[in-house]
Structure formats: structure tokens, C-alpha cells
């Protein structure tokens, strides 16, 4: 994108590229080619242990203009708090969950999960159950490869899964890392979000040493950004001075339509489909895709 300046010493009338949020000149990524086949998926952790942050938001929304560009997505909620279950309208209760698959082998992944009313998007949902599953999990041999194991299983249904992790860095975002080929941390524009990226990126690094040396940050996403408050704009540029070209070019800003949406079960893609989130988040899935970190 560019904007047009003007220097009446010369006359002479120049384009100049438009600056972003993040400090980098403003582009449109170009819409994805449909995919002529499905899988295996690339399994993605939106993750970061401080709560509030926008990675429910971000999965649902994500997981919904992946689908409008033609991937096949299964969104896995890993929050015992099932706010994604809930934002995406699915039933929690007297179903199979997340938990379960954890549990026990003898549940085929496929019977867990549901669909959405999103065409392309499905979900294996969760519920307060799944905040036992650490202690039940400590004496499993392998215990950090137990959520990979069960997507290996589903894996070739799909182009993407998304995992919405927990706010912690416990045994259940130590499964979803081990599991993962990329994360993407949600990062709200605020001073207290950015303390804690330093430690998670940490853990990253620990899981990839450790249990899961395939693993990489697909990128930092900006949430809960307000141009009008310098507290945010600086947030974002010492981020963007810390991690560079890690930071997404999208950056979501700050808006009372996610709510609403979340009250009406429905991705704010299809709640308010022009609304200027709607598009960050289909700018944010053409992103994800130009880098590779999504078929």
C-alpha cells in the first residue's frame, strides 16, 4: 500500500509505501490458491500462559478464515474453561471431549469430534473435566506425547489444527507444544503480556532441545491494539525491537464486536463480516499461509 506525498520545493509528486502498526511498510498478502487435496494437517499452538490475551478469539476467528479460503480445519480446545467449545456453539456435556481421548485409546479421536457452523471448521471440544487430566497424566509413560498421539489419528483429514491452549505452562501446554510443528503467540499490547513472552519462548526452545525438535514460532500476533494510546504503540515497537521479523504483520485491534460474537456463538467473520476485525483476521490466515506456516 501507498500513500501519495507531496514536496513543493521540487513540485514533485511521490509514493511513498505505507507504514503498519508494526513499523513496516503496509501490505495486502494475496488471497491463497484453494488447495487441490487435503493433509496431513500442520498442527499449530496458539499459546501464552498469561490469560485474557485473545488465543480463544484468535483460534475460532483463525480457524474460521482458514476454512473460507478452503482449508480443512480441526480446532482442538485444550482450555478446561471450553470457551472455545462454547464460542463455536458445540455441546461439552454427555459428549466425548479432549479429556477422554487423553485418557483412554480405546476412543477413536474421529467420535470426539464435532462440527461447527462453520463450513470446514470442526472442533474436539473440552469442558472442567480436562483440569484433571495433569494429575492422571504425571504417571503415563510419554505423558508429553499423549495429545500428539491422538492427532496423528486425525491428521490426514485436515489442513490445519489449531490447539487453543490453557493460560499455564503446565504437563497440558507441554502436550500441545510436543504435539505442534508451530506456534503463534497472542500477544495483548500491554505491558504486564509482555514480561512473560521471554519465558514461554523459553519453554519453546525447551520442548524443541527436548521432546519436539521439529517445532518453531510460526509469530508473535499483536492483539488488543488501540492506536490511539501510546501505552500500546509502544508495547508493540519494543516488541517488534525484540523479536523483528518473528512479529506478524497483522496486528488485531481492540473492538467490542468480539464479545458480541462470542455471545452469539458465530466467528466475527460471519457475525460482521465487514467489520474491521473480521478483515485483520482474514489478513492474518493470507499472512500465515505467504509465510508457509499453513498450506
Do not use: W
Amino acid at each position: 500500500m501507498t500513500h501519495q506525498t507531496h514536496d513543493p520545493a521540487d513540485g514533485i509528486l511521490s509514493l511513498e509505501p505505507e507504514v503498519g502498526p508494526t513499523g513496516r511498510p503496509l501490505r495486502e498478502f494475496p488471497e491463497p490458491k484453494r488447495l487441490r487435496s487435503h493433509g496431513p494437517a500442520r498442527i499449530i499452538a496458539l499459546c501464552n500462559q498469561k490469560g485474557g490475551v485473545g488465543k480463544t478469539t484468535t483460534t475460532i476467528n483463525l480457524g474460521a478464515t482458514l476454512a473460507e479460503y478452503g482449508r480443512r480445519v480441526l480446532a482442538v480446545d485444550f482450555d478446561p474453561q471450553g470457551a472455545l467449545s462454547a464460542g463455536l456453539g458445540v455441546p461439552t456435556h454427555d459428549v466425548p471431549t479432549i479429556y477422554d481421548l487423553l485418557l483412554s485409546r480405546a476412543i477413536d479421536p474421529a467420535d470426539a469430534i464435532q462440527q461447527t457452523g462453520t463450513e470446514g471448521l470442526d472442533v474436539i471440544p473440552a469442558n472442567i473435566d480436562l483440569s484433571a487430566a495433569e494429575v492422571h497424566l504425571v504417571t503415563e509413560v510419554a505423558r508429553e506425547q499423549i495429545l500428539a498421539s491422538v492427532l496423528r489419528r486425525v491428521a490426514a483429514d485436515y489442513d490445519v489444527i489449531l490447539i487453543d491452549c490453557q493460560p499455564s505452562l503446565g504437563l497440558l501446554t507441554v502436550n500441545a507444544l510436543t504435539a505442534s510443528h508451530g506456534v503463534v503467540i497472542p500477544l495483548e499490547c500491554e505491558y504486564f503480556a509482555l514480561r512473560g513472552v521471554a519465558l514461554l519462548i523459553e519453554t519453546i526452545d525447551k520442548v524443541r532441545d527436548r521432546l519436539n525438535p521439529a517445532i518453531e514460532l510460526d509469530g508473535i500476533l499483536a492483539t488488543m491494539y488501540d492506536a490511539r494510546t501510546l501505552h500500546s504503540r509502544e508495547v508493540l515497537e519494543r516488541v517488534v525491537d525484540a523479536f523483528g521479523d518473528k512479529v506478524l504483520e497483522t496486528v488485531i485491534t481492540r473492538t467490542v464486536k468480539f464479545p458480541d460474537a462470542t455471545v452469539a456463538a458465530t466467528p466475527i467473520t460471519e457475525f460482521a463480516p465487514e467489520h474491521q476485525a473480521s478483515k485483520a483476521y482474514r489478513q492474518l490466515a493470507r499472512e500465515l499461509v505467504f509465510r508457509g506456516a499453513v498450506a
